[in-house]
Every structure is written in C-alpha cells, then in structure tokens.
C-alpha cells in the first residue's frame, strides 16, 4: 500500500459535532492505515475548561487510525492561530497532509481523494491546494473530476508541505493592500467577499486563517483543486441547542461520491468558464440577496 | 540491417477494431522483425470489466511479430494520460517508436515508410514526428511526402529527444488565448484547431495530440506526410455499425496497396502552400458542414 497522508483534525470545545466528524472520517477505508494528529486548543474561562476536558478524554479514549497523536495546546490560541501553528507543525514534520475541522462530516470517499490527487498534483507548482469541498455543479460534457478554481477553501481540504512554507502568514502587507483600490478589486475576482474579509482580518476585527492563505495564492497567481463531486458538509451551523435530531441528516443529501474505480485528473490546469460563473456566482452580491430574501418569506409563512 | 522502432499500440475497449488493426500489423512486411508494446488501459466501472477481460485474453494470443510485451493496467489511465505517460517511458529505452491506436488499419509497407523515414530525419531538429495517415491528394508521385505543421495521430512516429521537450501543461495558452493573429495562425493547418485548444483548456475535451499541435505550432516544427496514407481509421463506425457509414466519412483515405518501399524524402523542409490547402479541405467548414448534412440525410 503506497503512503497515505496524515489527517490534521482541529477542534475546540463542541464534542458532538467532533463525534461526528470522526465517525464520518472512519467510513473511509483509508481511515486505519492513516495517521491522525489532532490539535486541542485550550479554554479561555472555567466554563470552557469542563467541555474542553471532555474533548481531550474523549479524543485519548479513540481509536481506528493508524495512530492517534494529541497535541494539547496549553493556552488559548484562538481559531486562527490554533490552526496557522497547526500548519506549520505539520510542515515540518510530513511531506504532505489532509486538514478537516471539527464540525464537518466527510463521505467515504474523502480520504481516498485526497490522498490520489495529493500523489497526482504534487508536482505541479500552481496547483496549492486541494478541496473536497464543492457546490458547483458539473457542467454538461465537463468530464473531469476535478476543476481548478483561484480561491482556497478551508472545508476539508490538503496541501503539500513545500508549498506552505513561503505563506505570509502574519500579513505584512498590511499598509500596501488598504491603500490599494485596484488591487483590492482583483482580489475580488473569485468571490466580492474577499477583500472585505481580509480588510477585516488585517483590522484584526475578525480571526479568519484562510483569508490570509487565500491573498497568497492570489499574488502568486497559483490555484486550487476542488472536487467535483462534493465530500464534504459543516455540521457547525447548528447550535449547541439545535443539536442531533436535524443535525447529521439535514445536511447528508448533499453529500456526494464517486463510482469509479479511480479519478480522472486532468494532467494540466483547465479553467472552465462555466464553472468559474456558479463559482463565483454563489457568492455574488445578487445571490446573497435572494438567499436573504427567500428567508425573509420563509419566516413570514411560518 | 538498422534497427526497427517498436510499435506501441494502445487499447481500451473495443475488440473488433483491435483485431483488424493487429492483424493488418502483423501483414507487414517487417512486423517479424518489429517489437510490439501493448497498452491495455483499465476499466472505468464495474460494467467494463468484463470486456476489458476480453480484450486481454486477445492480446494474449498474439503472434507474428519479434516479440509481444503486454502492460495491462487495473484502473482506468484514459487515452490521453495513457499515451503520453507510457509513451514517456518506452522512450527511456528506445530511441524512437511508432505509436498506434486500437482503430487504425495499417499497409503492408506501413513499418517500412515509418522507420526508413525515422532513419532519414533522425538528425534534423526541425522534424517532429512522421505520419502514417494522409488525406488523398492528388498531383503528388506515389513515393513522394510532403510537409505539414500538423501532426496527425492515425499511426504516428517520434524521437525521444523531440518528445521530451514537449510542454504537455500548454503554458503558453495565456499569451496565445487572446492573441487573434496567433489563433489564425494556428489554424492555417485546419480551421478546427483554435476551437479544439480552446476546448481543451476548459476541460471539455481531453487530446493529448492538440496538444503535441501546440508545442509543434509554438516551435515552429515539422511532420513528414506520405503522399499515399498508410494508415486509415476504422473507429469511426463504433460497436455495432459495419463498413457503411464509412463511405460518409470525411477523413476516408485510399490506402497504399502498392507495396511499394522506397521513398523519395525530401531533406529541404518547406510547407507547400498548394499541398496544405489540399492538406486541410477535410477540416474546412464547408466540407464539414456537407458532411454534417449527408450523414443527416442518409444515415437517419
């Protein structure tokens, strides 16, 4: 069996949906051959501490992996931090590596395509990271089954160790992107949320990670892999009272596999038009409007 | 006696035209002497299976060539994949080698144009590959070839060293996408192939050979065309269908039945204007367009 990559799994305090998302990830066969490494993030107050104490004891009573190892963060690092030293950590010490949050679920399929396009890509400088996340759908005649996006996503994805050493993590950049209008508009390309996003991170009004993975790949101009079909659904829009009963259901119908033997790849980078459209689309300003408006009568019926 | 480039023959599904293509192989005058390396690519699904088992125990009994080495492959590579990775490797013991499909019917003298002509341009840089596919084209001697920018990929012929430095990633598409005078250029050797490169990069189409066209068109590079085509592509009536619809064919040759070996080649390279525009007709708009229209009227 050739070697599969290691599973970085980040969590916090929310121990059922990380029940789920183990559970989900030993659907995959490859799930007892592959490492997994599992970054606990410490409480900030005595209320946080009982539920991240039942995280840790779970976590050391679980098996069905390869191995099991627990790094226990000492002190709060936040979401940010927690999973940016995460990153860094598994740089160092693999060559490559799956990363999956705590409130996702992952179908069967998962670890089997990350680890084949992991093998596939791994030579190819642009492609920077891989996702099993995926809401476009295939377009007709589009046989492929991946397709290339420039936008990172943080669902479930895998990157390569030699391509995440140069990321400007700390965002230095700070000064030349705010007084940057053109800039700040081409970032916009795939998705008119970015900029803002990241304006918001380098006013450190939000703690986002991705955000700052994503402007790397931005000026380096380098892509993303996603699958085509979707392997990946969060489970954390759910509060901690809406809990199990719509929880793990509600969202499996949007869960998709693969039915072939093996994946077809494409072995140089194709950007199809039509899919950057639903891409970019699904964050697009009149999308969010309509979302928001269907809602609104939603509620009215109720 | 020089030595003969062996044949890589790639197979997927399709048994009948498999056997009519080894068996016109094996009719040629050097097939004895001849290596053949056969690809059998995997199944994509479960319902595949059994007619790539099928295929197998074919390939099995093969004879009537120097030696017959079968690679089979448990998942599915596709064609392009396929060639272009065991293509890469048979170069690594070869020098040159003559690459065939499962749905090409060859000539008697089709090995001995192919490897005389890699004999005689193996030295000049300017040459990419030998065809073995020519549409007719008349005023031409028997044993003449010509030239053209456009390799075809109906029995083919490259060397090692030209293989390669081919850019298989297209990096140059960025620059050519939006660039007209280039795309007309381009498509001097047949009006179709912006179109298919275009298609390509969206990942509609999955052709290792536009891509050879790429790098042959971005290096300003040659393939050397017989005069008479010893190749003629059989795939185009699939599973059931028998010779019929190939008289609606538009790429339908007359293949060399002269048994003729000896070639005039030609070593001062230049493109004919008078032979591409011949050259191309298959691929114009117009013939297209009528052909989209007889095989409407009679093949419904």
Known sequence: MYNLSPIALFCFKRLDTLKICIESLKTCPEAIHSELIIFSDAARNEEELLKVNLIRSYINEMDGFKSIKVNCRNHNFGVDYNIINGIKEMSENYESFIVVEDDLIVSSKFLKFMNAALIFYKSFERVLTLSAFNYVKQPKNYNWDIYFAKRTNSWGWATWSNKMKDVDWDLSIKENFLNNTIEMRTFNEWGSDRSRMLKKTLLSEIRAWDIRLDYYQFKKNYLTAYSIKNLVINNGFNNVDASNTTGYNRFKVNLENFDSFNFRFPNLIVLNPTIKFFFIYKNSMINRMITFFLKFLNYRNK | ?300
């Open chain 2, 1 to 300: 006696m020089i030595n003969l480039a062996p044949v890589i023959l790639f197979t997927y599904l399709k048994i009948d035209p498999l056997r009519k293509t080894v068996q016109s192989l094996s009719d040629n005058f050097l097939a004895t002497d001849t290596n053949l390396i056969i690809f059998s690519d995997g199944p994509k699904n479960i319902n595949e299976v059994d007619r790539i088992n099928e295929i197998r125990t074919y390939l099995k009994s093969i004879e009537g060539f120097n030696s017959v080495i079968i690679h089979e492959f448990s998942y599915n590579l596709g064609l392009s994949n396929s060639i272009i990775q065991n293509v890469t490797e048979v170069f690594k013991s070869y020098p040159s080698a003559i690459i065939l499909e499962d749905d090409i019917i060859t000539s008697k003298n089709f090995l001995s144009f192919m490897n005389q002509a890699l004999n005689f341009y193996q030295n000049d840089s300017k040459i990419l590959s030998i065809s073995g596919y020519s549409p007719s084209i008349k005023g031409l001697e028997t044993n003449e070839v010509y030239f053209t920018q456009r390799s075809s990929s109906w029995g083919w012929a490259c060397w090692a060293d030209r293989w390669s430095s081919i850019d298989w990633g297209c990096s140059q598409y960025e620059d050519f996408k939006y660039n007209r005078k280039l795309k007309k250029q381009f498509n001097r050797m047949g009006s179709d192939m912006s179109y298919m490169l275009k298609k390509q990069m969206q990942g509609y189409l999955d052709s290792w050979a536009i891509r050879f066209c790429f790098h042959q068109f971005n290096n300003n590079l040659f393939s050397v065309v017989p005069a008479i085509s010893k190749t003629s592509n059989i795939g185009f009536n699939d599973i059931n269908a028998t010779n019929t619809i190939n008289q609606f064919n538009r790429f339908k040759t007359i293949l060399d039945n002269s048994n003729n070996e000896i070639y005039n080649f030609k070593s001062n390279i230049t493109l004919e204007y008078k032979i591409i525009k011949k050259f191309r007709r298959n691929n114009s708009l117009f013939v297209r367009f009528i052909f989209k229209i007889i095989s409407f009227l009679f093949e419904s």
